[in-house]
């Protein structure tokens, strides 16, 4: 019992503490609402708190409403809808794809550029022909030997030891051979290693570790980064493995392209054969070469030089469109412009330049008088 009672007088203790605040609060805001003057500012305050948002809102409603004159309602069917979106770019399907391997083939892919036709028809008419004769010819001389001057049928042999007449169809024949090969040789290499014209588009390819970049200079200098698509999604969109890239290098047919390779960690090779094209992408220096497709299509290549462990896995893929459609995709393209725009926006600042300096012709007289008195 006795130590029970410490509890409970703390118990009763701290009940009277906390009565004895709440009379004090009770009193104290009673003490103030009874006296007639706090209570009446109390009052006018709250009212004014509460009219006051009321009052800013209805001013701001009259200052910021716009002073609109009456318009007739257009047409309903001529209003196009705000909201209303641009088509997005509708990219070739694999019915058009025309540059790629075939399985079981022995020649080269069908060529879609001249120098590509051009060494097609030096490899079928010249080369090949030329090959084959050949071929048959020592063939022929060697089964002849082997039938004519062996141990049976020539039991003494020939002590012959020069004949000028062999010696010197021996060395005129071949002579002949080679410069027949050399004429359109030297042509192909002097038509494949031409300068691009001025108005060519210049693209460049750069080689990373290991995908692409297709940066289009003229356009806006925006990258394109190509990577290899995965294998189910290449075969659900009918497209070949290990050729079907993400996003494809998308360049103008019949129009000269200023094409330039750059290796931005090792050498890359790039490479399209149906395009007949190649040109090593080397770090610190850049390669170029001219580039004109004839038509619209896919074409596929790959890298061409050893650089690493997924060398095999960086493909390329060009699709050639007409040029209309071709600035078509460069303008969706974030920072994409072409060459028209910016000339027509760059023939928009001078003019806007040349209006302000007729309306103001003496603003370069006094930076000049300033000048000259600087001086003195």
């Given amino acids: 019992m006795g130590a029970r009672r410490p509890v409970r007088r703390g118990l009763e203790s701290g009940f009277a503490r906390y009565k004895r605040m709440e009379s004090f609060d009770v ?7 009874r006296k007639p003057l706090t209570f009446l500012t109390m009052a006018v305050a709250a009212l004014t708190f509460t009219a006051a ?12 409403a716009p002073v609109e004159a009456p318009v007739e309602a257009a047409p309903a069917a001529d209003v196009a809808p705000a909201t209303e979106a641009a088509p997005a770019f509708e990219y070739y399907g694999p019915e058009m794809i ?12 069908d060529q879609y550029t001249a120098n590509g036709n051009y060494a097609l028809w030096m490899h079928d008419a010249i080369l090949l022909p030329i090959i084959v004769v050949i071929s048959l010819f020592v063939l022929g001389l060697l089964l002849w030997v082997i039938a004519r001057f062996n141990r ?3 039991s003494v042999p020939s002590k012959t030891s020069h ?3 062999i010696e010197i169809v021996w060395t005129v024949i071949p002579v002949l051979i080679l410069v027949v090969i050399a004429v359109p040789s030297i042509t192909l290499i002097s038509r494949q290693y031409k300068s691009p014209p001025e108005d060519a588009i210049t693209i460049k390819a750069n080689g990373y570790q290991w995908y692409w970049g297709y940066e289009y200079v003229d356009n806006g200098d925006f990258e394109v980064i190509s990577n290899m ?26 129009v000269p392209i200023r094409l330039q390779t750059f290796g931005a960690d090792v050498i890359h090779s790039f490479g399209i054969p149906s395009l007949w094209f190649k040109l090593d992408a080397v770090p610190g220096r850049i390669n170029e070469r001219v580039l004109t497709i004839q038509e619209p299509g896919i074409y596929y290549g790959q890298c061409m030089e050893l650089c690493g462990a997924r060398h095999g896995y960086m493909p390329i893929a060009i699709e050639a469109r007409p040029l209309d459609e071709f600035n078509e995709w460069v303008l969706s393209q974030p920072g994409g412009t072409t060459p028209e725009l910016e000339a027509a926006a760059a023939a928009a600042e001078a003019a806007a330049t040349e209006a302000v300096d007729a309306e103001n012709p003496d603003a370069d007289e006094v930076p000049a008088a300033d000048a000259a008195a600087q001086t003195a």
């Fill in 98 to 109: 025309k540059g790629q391997p075939t399985p079981g083939g022995i020649g080269f892919q």
């Fill in 53 to 64: 948002p009321q009052t800013v809102f209805a001013q701001d409603q009259v200052v910021t």
């Fill in 229 to 254: 698509m995965p294998e189910e999604e290449a075969k659900a969109s009918g497209l070949p493995s290990h050729l079907a890239v993400d996003k494809r290098m998308v360049v103008p047919v019949g």
């Fill in 163 to 165: 004949n000028t007449l």
């Fill in 27 to 33: 009193m104290t805001f009673g003490d103030i609402a």
């Fill in 152 to 154: 049976r049928s020539n």
